[in-house]
Antibody, heavy 119, light 111 residues
Framework: EVQLVESGGGLVKPGGSLRLSCAASGFSFNDAWMSWVRQAPGKGLEWVGR??????????DYVAPVKGRFTISRDDSKNTLFLQMNSLKTDDTAVYYC??????????WGQGTLVTVSS | DIVMTQTPLSSPVTLGQPASISCRSSQSLVHSDGNTYLSWLQQRPGQPPRLLIYKISNRFSGVPDRFSGSGAGTDFTLKISRVEAEDVGVYYCMQATQSLTFGGGTKVEIK
C-alpha cells in the first residue's frame, strides 16, 4: 500500500524558515518523480514544485512565487522527500501535500501538513 | 505558463442525473512525446485530492465507470453519468505537459 506521510508543519513568523518532510512507503521511491502541492485555506490547489528521479537527472522545478525561496530535495536511501522553505510570507500559509507523480498525473497524495505564517 | 480554466465554478445536480465539467488550457497539452497529460482529480470535503482520470480518458484504479473523460488539444470534459451522494466535492483538472498546473476547481453539490 502506497503511503505518503508529511511532517514538519507549524506556526512560523514572516521571514522565518521551515523544513517539511515526507516519508514514503509502498513503492519504489527512487523511481518516482515527486511533487509538493499546497492549498491555502478555502482555496484551490497550487503546485509548488517537483524533483525528478535521479535516473532522469534529479532536476527540480518550481512555481514562480517560490523560486529562490523554496528547495526540494530527496534522500532515496531513506525514502524521504523534503521541502525547505525560507523567507516565508503570509501568502505561504497553506496545507502542503506530498504527491507522487505517475504518467503525467498525481496518483497518490499524503494527508497534508499545515503551515501557518503569521506574526 | 499554461493556464487551466474550469467551468462552471459550481454545479448543483440532482441525484441520479448527469454532470459535466469543462476544462480549457491556454495552449495545446499535446506533449512532444505524443501524449496529452491532462488528468482529473476529486477532492471530497476534508480529504486530500484523489486521482480519477489520467491522460484525458483513462480511469484510475478503483474509479467507478460513471466517471469518464474526453477531449483533445485545449478542450477537455469530465462527465459523471449519474451523480451519487459520494460524488459531492471539488473537481480539478491538471496538466503536466509543461511543469504542472491545476484548474481553479468546480464544486459539485446536490440540489
Amino acid at each position: 500500500e502506497v503511503q505518503l506521510v508529511e511532517s514538519g508543519g507549524g506556526l512560523v513568523k514572516p521571514g522565518g524558515s521551515l523544513r517539511l518532510s515526507c516519508a514514503a512507503s509502498g513503492f519504489s521511491f527512487n523511481d518516482a518523480w515527486m511533487s509538493w502541492v499546497r492549498q491555502a485555506p478555502g482555496k484551490g490547489l497550487e503546485w509548488v514544485g517537483r524533483i525528478q528521479r535521479k535516473a532522469d537527472g534529479g532536476t527540480t522545478d518550481y512555481v514562480a512565487p517560490v523560486k529562490g525561496r523554496f528547495t526540494i530535495s530527496r534522500d532515496d536511501s531513506k525514502n524521504t522527500l523534503f521541502l525547505q522553505m525560507n523567507s516565508l510570507k503570509t501568502d505561504d500559509t497553506a496545507v502542503y501535500y506530498c504527491a507522487k507523480e505517475w504518467f503525467g498525473a498525481i496518483d497518490y497524495w499524503g494527508q497534508g501538513t499545515l503551515v501557518t505564517v503569521s506574526s | 505558463d499554461i493556464v487551466m480554466t474550469q467551468t462552471p465554478l459550481s454545479s448543483p445536480v440532482t441525484l441520479g442525473q448527469p454532470a459535466s465539467i469543462s476544462c480549457r488550457s491556454s495552449q495545446s497539452l499535446v506533449h512532444s512525446d505524443g501524449n496529452t497529460y491532462l488528468s482529473w482529480l476529486q477532492q471530497r470535503p476534508g480529504q486530500p485530492p484523489r486521482l480519477l482520470i489520467y491522460k484525458i480518458s483513462n480511469r484510475f484504479s478503483g474509479v467507478p465507470d460513471r466517471f469518464s473523460g474526453s477531449g483533445a488539444g485545449t478542450d477537455f470534459t469530465l462527465k459523471i453519468s449519474r451523480v451519487e451522494a459520494e460524488d459531492v466535492g471539488v473537481y480539478y483538472c491538471m496538466q503536466a505537459t509543461q511543469s504542472l498546473t491545476f484548474g481553479g476547481g468546480t464544486k459539485v453539490e446536490i440540489k
